[in-house]
């Protein structure tokens, strides 16, 4: 391929980044690379009110990294009642977001908590299911402010 | 319209909490059973809003609770996770009147609430 071609590719490639791909700011939907979708924010967005979305966000931001590492230490720890207790509750607030990957994951280690047998490559893929949305919920916290400060 | 919110998790508390809040209700949250609980014994609540699973004293531990008074006849909705079902069926049995799964729209919440609320 030629380099004009080349460098035609690579600008297309940034245009449809995972970033504009599900819109301009401020949309529900945000996909990942493979257009699989990483979140929604449609629930939150129901309520209709920024401050109250960018508390969401910065407590997703904050709470699911944690409870990620939480479980994780849980599952090191061999202690599969918290496995599964933690496991259950960041399966119903992350729901909130609607992030199928990181909710199906889990589902599964919930159900492994119960059944005391948990995978740690499922609990990796969760990190890294998280770790796939974390940069577009940071944009969105960022554009969020910026949005209430030019609104005061 | 007094509500009572017994959720430990705090991303749906605070959801929740603001649905209800933006329709006009009188909100009074406890983050645990035992704290849902004492507010019961406390107050007069028009309808009880409670999750599953919390610390101290769980879901069904409080509509237990609640449907023994036989002075507290409010209506009660349970918030239930993916793959509850047989809690849920429990819920019923002691007395509950609806349910929800997590995740819900708060829209659905609102709806529900005031269809009880108002009977």
């Given at each position: 391929m030629s380099n004009l071609k080349q460098g035609f590719f690579q600008i297309l490639q940034k245009i449809s980044s995972p970033f504009r791909k599900s819109g301009p700011t401020g949309?529900?939907?945000k996909t990942g690379p493979d257009g699989e979708a990483l979140y929604d924010l449609s629930l939150l967005r129901e309520l209709e009110d920024d401050q109250y979305l960018l508390n969401m966000l910065n407590m997703f931001l904050q709470n699911i990294?944690?409870?990620l590492e939480n479980i994780r230490i849980a599952a090191v720890d061999k202690n599969f009642e918290k496995v599964y207790q933690l496991s259950h509750k960041l399966k119903g607030?992350?729901?909130m977001l609607q992030s199928r990957p990181l909710m199906d994951l889990l589902v599964q280690i919930e159900r492994q908590g119960k059944e005391r047998q948990v995978?740690?490559?499922d609990i990796h893929q969760a990190v890294l299911a998280y770790a796939?949305?974390?940069g577009s919920l940071k944009m969105e916290k960022i554009v969020l402010e910026r949005k209430m400060a030019r609104s005061v | 319209m007094k509500i009572l919110v017994a959720e430990d998790e705090a991303i749906m508390l605070k959801t929740i909490d603001l649905r209800l809040r933006k329709d006009g209700y009188d909100v009074i949250l406890a983050e645990d059973g035992l704290m849902a609980l004492e507010k019961i014994r406390e107050l007069d609540f028009d309808l009880i809003i409670?999750?599953?699973m919390m610390p101290y004293a769980s879901g069904l531990e409080i509509i237990n609770a609640v449907r023994k008074e036989q002075?507290?006849?409010m209506p009660i909705i349970i918030l239930s996770a993916m793959g509850q079902e047989d809690v849920v069926l429990e819920a019923f049995q002691l007395g509950a009147d609806d349910y929800i799964t997590k995740p819900f729209?708060?829209?659905?919440?609102s709806v529900r609430v005031k269809r009880l609320i108002t009977k």
């Open positions: 949309s529900t939907l990294p944690a409870q607030s992350a729901g995978s740690m490559n796939r949305m974390e | 409670t999750d599953i002075s507290k006849k729209s708060p829209n659905e919440l």
